[in-house]
């Protein structure tokens, strides 16, 4: 009677040492498994960089913030909110047609929004209520920039290495599924030299942080 070995999960095998990543052994050369993208911001060939995020009426309010500062000579119509709210987020929200119209309808109904058909296009423009309500209301439109705009605070402010580490992942993962037992051993060579190195960086301390307390000090002295 043959006994047939079943070997442990992150043991010897075609991966070698990087067994334990496991999980997605057929996606050859197609990237990271998407948990495993997901933890860094990796490209998984699905996802895309997302900003912060947008709660429950933060449509509603952005619509008529943006209408409120739209030049009167220069009505806005459907698809210039949707691109002033893009701008005025840098990017980071895009909300889609299938949110943005729907809620225009509903500031008409409201009495907020009117529209002007007369110029061969579906301008729109805050009625006298819409300009009240938007006077009354000045923090609940202004909390809806406020994320991004932490958001762009923060990234003066510090340097972000997540996108660095979704790359490195790419890589790794990249040798996982197609490279050679050689470049496997290689790459893991690399890696703990790397983590080493990193947790040296942690025990040297902070080179900006002691910079400027020695500057701290002289200016004492």
Avoid: C
Avoid at 76 to 95: F, H, K, M
Wanted: aromatic residues 6%.
């Amino acid at each position: 009677m043959k006994h047939h070995h079943h070997p442990h999960r992150g043991g010897p095998g075609p991966w070698g040492p990087f067994a334990d990543l496991g999980g997605h052994r057929g996606r050859r050369g197609g990237g990271p498994p998407p948990w495993l993208a997901g933890l860094f911001g990796a490209p998984d060939g699905r996802s895309e960089r997302r900003g912060p995020r947008v709660r429950r009426g933060d449509v509603r309010a952005a619509i008529l913030d943006v209408l409120a500062h739209a030049p009167e000579s220069e009505p806005l119509n459907g698809y210039q909110v949707i691109q002033t709210i893009t701008d005025r987020s840098e990017g980071a929200w895009r909300p889609s047609p299938g949110s943005v119209y729907p809620t225009i309808q509903q500031l008409e109904d409201e009495g907020l929004v009117e529209t002007d058909e007369g110029r061969g296009r579906r301008a729109l423009r805050l009625t006298e209520e819409g300009r009240a309500y938007v006077a009354d209301h000045p923090e609940e439109l202004a909390a809806v920039w406020s994320p991004f705009e932490a958001a762009r605070e923060d990234a003066r402010g510090g340097v972000d290495v997540r996108p660095e580490i979704g790359q490195v992942m790419s890589a790794v993962w990249q040798i996982v599924t197609t490279g050679t037992e050689g470049q496997r051993r290689a790459a893991v060579e690399v890696l703990v030299d790397t983590r080493r190195r990193l947790y040296g960086i942690l025990a040297d301390g902070d080179p900006a942080g002691t910079a400027a307390d020695d500057d701290a000090d002289d200016t004492g002295a």
